[in-house]
Each structure stands twice: as C-alpha cells, then as structure tokens.
C-alpha cells in the first residue's frame, strides 16, 4: 500500500530545498565584507593630524634640546667662575 503523503523524492523535485532551510551548524559563515577604503578627503585628514603631531613632538625635542644646551653652558660657566 501506498503512502498517500508524496515523498520528495517521488515527485521528482530532488534538487530542491524549502526555503526556510537552516545551514548546517558545521558550516561557516559567509566571509565579512571588507572594510570600505578611506575616501580622498578622510586620508587628507589623516595625513594632516599625522604631520600637526609630528610638528608637536619636532617642537618638544627642539625646546628640549635648547634647554639641555642652556644648562650645559651654565654649568661649564660655573665651573670657570670657581
């Protein structure tokens, strides 16, 4: 006796899956889209916050750099007076 519920296979639509077909807990994910490349404008940004830092630390190690020379000379001329 014949089931009177069609089986899948029975008409012929062996290819196809139910729409609300859930993949596999194994299977991966697809991969992430790749993050978007700055525009023009942003990597202009960028570069300008990158230079004013850079400009920053340049003034730092100068004003630095002047300072360890003033108390060198004023050390070496102490040492004279003595």
């Known amino acids: 006796m014949?089931?009177?519920y069609a089986t899948v296979?029975?008409?012929?639509?062996e290819d196809e899956q139910p729409e609300n077909v859930q993949p596999e807990?194994?299977?991966?994910p697809p991969?992430?889209?790749e993050p978007a490349q700055p525009t023009a404008t942003q990597e202009?940004?960028?570069l300008q916050t990158q230079l004013q830092n850079l400009q920053q630390e340049r003034?730092?190690?100068a004003a630095a750099y002047a300072?360890?020379?003033e108390a060198a000379l004023a050390a070496?001329?102490?040492v004279e007076i003595r």
């Open 2 to 4: 014949r089931s009177a």
């Open 9 to 13: 296979e029975e008409e012929g639509f």
């Open 25 to 28: 807990a194994g299977q991966e």
């Open 31 to 33: 991969p992430a889209a």
């Open 44 to 46: 202009l940004q960028l």
């Open 59 to 61: 003034d730092r190690i």
């Open 67 to 69: 300072a360890s020379q």
């Open 76 to 78: 070496a001329q102490a």
